[in-house]
């Protein structure tokens, strides 16, 4: 198959080249400008009555146009404005965007196939509404990407590449100070779900076991008392990594990568189950984690850092016998050259390892049915455990917000599991979680003391409805896997 990165196609980012032209008199406009009523900090691609923008791509059977677009204003014209997309000099669409539209920011795609194959002419402008009115009529583009059909997911996931490496890399900075990650190595520990493989989990699932009687360990969190919960709940263990790696060590030789490594604390809790020598590499685009992360290994490990954006990632044949992701696949845009280069960098026998791994909606957001759920439960809470450690504000609803649209946070999630499938074969892999993650988090870990029995039984009322959700039939979005190097 052709590789990706050579396939024709266009993506708006905010430092392309813009051939924009203004009619006589139109004001100058800062180019790029965050929209705030889209809820994004992202900057969108501005243009106002009168201008256009002319772009020339390739197009061919399957090309598609997707954009994301709305008002760049709180309030345009009355009459609105009209965004006009033509191609090889006619116009294929023309869509009226007013005051009154529901939803602030649409998305359309456009199938371009019908268009001569070659390269051909795209115009995008902005014209004033049916009075002709064109005064505040601003359009915001959030999005714009052209190729082929299949590979637009991609192509949307490899816009606005460096703003996201910044923010990722200002965001992972702190994020560890947080005291939720205090406990994180336990994750790996406590984590439990059901098999992949069951069709159903209403169907396959014996009855939940009763959670009434847990109490929390000295020191422990909401957010590790709520999952420890989850697991007795939903019975079944998941892949017991430490037993594996100490088993693939006894063997000698063991040469093990984590991928997306950050501060590599699972790792290092990992290569303690063994005493056998054990050669890690680590990658991550931090320098500042990954030193952190060698400082903190036992010494039976030796360890190479490796500064590198997991996107471009090149390694030899047969490096290694494991590659650990650990919550860091939902990080990578570039899933197919990653996954190929892993498969040729094991040894035969290799493994991949997927600790903690995000495989819901793209963003971190959560599916409608699980988000209407999480309100519904969380609106049940007094407002103390309601109060939003990032506003100070006591909320009624939790945010389903993309993270995504300025980092790398979900980038791909819906992705993860089918493009793993095409180069790896699945040995032992669990799936848990629908929506308890979204309720204990950072953003409402604060609001219990454990110490307190009425705190105690919030978290009791929380866990109780992520399994009945669960055995319901709910989709879980954290993924524990063991695969193995298909060929």
Known sequence: MQNLRELPHFILTDNVNLRVSSLPGTPAVTRWQPVPHFGMTRPSLILISGEQWALSVDVGPATELMIAFGRALRRISS?????????????????????????????????????????????????????????ADWLAISELVIGPRQDIPL????????????????????????????????????????RLASKNPKATVEPQPDISTMQPLDGEDVFHFAHRMLSHGIRGKAPNFHQRLADLAAH??????????????????????????????LVDINQGLLNQ???????????????????????????????????????????????????????????????GEQVGKNGNRLDSEALTEANRVFRMLPERFRRNALTSEIDWEISNK?????????????????????????????????????LTNQVYFDNYDLSREEDVQAAKSLVSAELDYFFSGGRPTELHGIYRRNG
């Open 79 to 135: 009459d609105g404005l009209y965004l006009l997309i033509r191609a090889a000099h006619a116009e294929i669409i023309r869509v009226h965007v007013t005051n009154d539209d529901a939803a602030e920011l649409r998305e359309i795609r456009i199938g371009l196939g019908y268009l001569t194959p070659g390269r051909t002419d795209v115009v995008i402008s902005v014209d004033p509404g049916p009075k002709g009115d064109p005064s």
């Open 252 to 281: 000698g030789d063991l040469r093990i990568a984590s991928f997306c490594a950050g501060a590599a604390q699972v790792e290092a809790a990992l290569i303690r189950s063994t005493d056998k020598p054990v050669h890690l590499t």
């Open 155 to 194: 192509l949307r996931a490899r816009a606005f590449h460096d703003l996201r490496v910044r923010n990722e890399i200002n965001h992972f900075e702190s994020v560890y100070d947080h005291k939720l990650f205090d406990g994180r190595k336990r994750q790996i520990q406590s984590a439990t779900a059901t």
């Open 293 to 355: 992360a060698a400082a903190a290994m036992p010494e039976h490990c030796t360890v190479q850092t490796v500064v590198q954006d997991v996107n471009s990632l090149s390694l030899g044949a047969e490096e290694f016998d494991v590659a650990i992701f650990v919550s860091g696949v939902h990080h990578v845009v570039e899933l197919e050259h990653v996954w190929r280069e892993i498969q040729n960098a094991l040894r035969p026998g290799g493994e991949v390892w997927l600790i």
């Open 402 to 438: 993309d993270c995504a649209e300025a980092t790398f946070e979900g980038i791909r999630s819906e992705d993860i599991e089918s493009t793993l499938g095409r180069h790896f074969l699945p040995i032992d892999v669990y799936k848990r979680n629908c929506f308890l993650w979204r």
